[in-house]
């Protein structure tokens, strides 16, 4: 039972992470690089899409697994931690009160830059 309690908070924690991540790479505090990767880490967690589809045995769920748990690690250590602090409280309160149009809104950009990006690099190829 313990077990299992302390998942749930881990992925509270992860969840929040993730926010703050997002938070970070549009904050004017945070390097260009610690942007890039803070809003790398962010798009993919809270894309649909998996770079491993989840139906491909073991494999599959490495991505959540491993992959985003570590891109978060690297990309938390990437933010100061003064500021990581506050964006993770930031995070907390935006999560009691979710609003999902801006995230929906980035996801699908970065998609949609990437499907573009992808046609354009084949056409060449083509």
Known sequence: M???SQAKIWAKSLKRDI???WLAARD???SWYAKAVAGAVAAYALSPVDLIPDFIPVLGYLDDLLIVPLGILLATRLVPAEVMSELRAEAA???ERPSG???LIFILAVW???IIFLALALRKLV
């Open 101 to 103: 149009r801006a995230g």
């Open 2 to 4: 313990q077990l299992i």
């Open 93 to 95: 309160r935006r999560i």
């Open 112 to 114: 949609l830059t990437c």
């Open 19 to 21: 926010v703050a991540l």
């Open 28 to 30: 004017r505090r945070v």
